[in-house]
């Protein structure tokens, strides 16, 4: 009988030896005349246990974590039972706490299939959102996803319904679907982990995208760092036009849609909207002023719906189980789930999808397991570098985007960064201001100069030189980064400059509330 091995893809795993212990296994069974199937699925999200190995086996998966090339020959000999192993082994991987205690809509199929097989996705409820779509018309399915609550993950937060329906209601020969994949916040990785791990959501939600607006042409803008998502991706986007799912006549009916992968050029900037716009048309990626805005005037002049990964794979969830299922996970405005990544000096890093409403002490302590160097965490900023810091006395916030917002915070794409007690908030609030001078796109004079000058103040604060009266220089001068941006970039540096200072004044050498509260 065949003995059915899972050694995921992702990233992450590859980097931690996947690739060696997936050949390993297969040049040591055939060695040892052993039956054995190794697929490669992606990961579940448990990074600090990649490379996990999963056998498949009658009670379910069991695991092995952090196996390496040298454990491989006592495995196949055992046939993949625990005596085998009995240090690494996890036991059935279902039943592993972090993954049982999530609430799993997007990832649900994560780690559990073949990426660029259709044909276990479909076996594992892909396409069943597509299949309500084929069956309603584009008004329709823009009120079930507006209904549902869904808003964007890539960091604004703004209604999805609300975009899509500007799209419909525009008047155009030719309208676009855009997914920004160019993700490059610090600390994030669930956009890639999709791509890599379950590809044919993403292609699923940019189609009932595509359907809901009478698109015909959709953009992947992809992170040029992400050359496994390329490969993968590009991959399944061949599958699913060789089995009906893009292209004319999408299964038998009368609306076409495909899609094109493009790398992207490698600035932060161009994670921005309008600058990605620019980017997708061949030219420098400099922010556009709005309006108009992309959904009546975007890629080419044309009306174009722009979202994210996680944004388009929520989608397929919503058509295949109605608004008011998604809307029963999550608080308030802050309906459904959102993937929420753990890194930094966390103890167990990964991806956790949870409904909002999960508190921050949840997270780091119940699935990170506190720092990973054992000492007290001080902070953690949400948002990527653009995120606001949040000390520890702040830890019990329920990740809710009115929350967050009220507390002067943000959630941004959901990536969590983790600081223990050794951290210098000084040197965080300079390395805003530096990250921001160097990836200004250069186009308004408060992000390009503003940022320069805030990196030099900062350094005055920290050598000693008029402190409080550089304090309140700063103070001003993230005022007019805040209000005179052009963009979110300069826009929103006021965020970590300013709860650094505010939280931590001690670190700066200043008094406390020497400064306003945090922007």
Same mark, same amino acid.
């Given at each position: ?31 040892? =005349? ?5 697929? *490669?699925?992606? &990961?579940? @999200? +448990?990074?600090?246990?990649? $490379?996990? /190995?999963?056998?498949e086996t009658e009670s379910g998966r069991t695991g ?14 055992? =046939? ?5 192993? *009995?240090?690494? &082994?996890? @036991? +059935?991987?279902?039943?592993? $706490?972090? /993954? ?222 109605g608004a008011s299922a998604y809307k029963n996970y ?58 606001a810091y949040i000390p520890e006395k702040d830890f ?124």
């Amino acid at each position: 009988m065949t003995t059915k091995i899972y050694i995921p893809r992702d990233s992450s795993a590859i980097g931690l030896g996947a690739d060696m212990v997936a050949d390993q296994v297969s040049r040591v069974s055939e060695s040892m =005349n052993q039956d054995i199937e190794v697929v *490669r699925n992606g &990961s579940r @999200g +448990l990074i600090w246990m990649e $490379p996990l /190995l999963e056998v498949e086996t009658e009670s379910g998966r069991t695991g092995f974590a952090n196996v390496n090339t040298t454990d491989v020959e006592g495995l196949v000999k055992s =046939n993949f039972i625990e005596a085998g192993l *009995r240090a690494k &082994s996890v @036991g +059935l991987v279902d039943e592993i $706490p972090y /993954l049982k205690n999530q609430e799993r809509l997007c990832f649900v199929r994560n780690g559990i299939t073949d990426p660029t097989s259709i044909e276990d996705y479909i076996e594992n409820g892909g396409f069943n959102g597509l299949s309500s779509a084929l069956e309603l018309d584009a008004r329709s399915i823009v009120d079930i996803v507006t209904e549902s609550g869904l808003r964007g993950r890539g960091g604004a937060a703004f209604p999805t319904g609300i975009k899509w329906n500007t799209v419909l209601n525009c008047q155009a020969d030719q309208k676009y679907i855009v997914c920004n994949a160019d993700e490059g916040d610090s600390g994030t990785f669930s956009d890639r982990m999709t791509m890599e791990g379950d590809p044919f959501a993403l292609i699923e939600g940019m189609t009932i995208a595509a359907f809901a607006v009478h698109a015909t042409k959709g953009y992947l803008y992809l992170r040029s760092e992400y050359p496994h998502a390329e490969e993968v991706f590009n991959e399944a986007l061949e599958v699913a036009r060789d089995k009906g799912y893009l292209g004319k006549n999408i299964r038998g009916g009368e609306r076409s849609f495909d899609i094109e992968l493009r790398r992207a050029a490698g600035a932060y900037i161009c994670g921005e909207e309008t600058s990605l716009l620019e980017s997708l048309e061949g030219k420098r990626g400099l922010v556009r002023a709005k309006p108009p805005l992309p959904a009546i005037s975007g890629l080419f002049g044309q009306p174009t719906v722009v979202n994210n990964v996680i944004t388009f794979s929520s989608v397929p969830f919503i058509l295949a189980n109605g608004a008011s299922a998604y809307k029963n996970y999550g608080m308030g405005r802050s309906t459904g789930t959102l993937p929420i990544q753990l890194a930094g000096n966390i103890k167990q890093g990964g991806l956790v999808e949870k409904a909002f409403g999960v508190t921050l002490n949840e997270l780091l302590y119940d699935f990170g397991g506190g720092s990973a160097s054992g000492k007290p965490i001080r902070t953690v900023q949400i948002g990527g570098p653009l995120g606001a810091y949040i000390p520890e006395k702040d830890f019990d916030l329920k990740l809710d985007y009115e929350t967050f917002a009220a507390a002067g915070a943000m959630i941004g794409h959901g990536g969590i960064v983790v600081f223990d007690e050794t951290v210098n908030m000084a040197s965080m609030a300079r390395f805003a201001m530096e990250f921001c001078a160097i990836e200004s796109c250069g186009k308004c004079t408060p992000c390009r100069i503003g940022s320069t000058r805030g990196m030099e103040t900062i350094d005055k604060i920290m050598s000693g030189e008029n402190r409080s009266e550089n304090a309140e220089l700063i103070e001003t001068l993230c005022d007019t980064m805040l209000h005179g941006s052009l963009c979110a970039l300069g826009g929103m540096i006021p965020y970590p400059v300013m709860s650094a200072i505010k939280h931590f004044p001690e670190d700066f050498c200043l008094e406390p509330h020497a400064t306003m509260a945090a922007a």
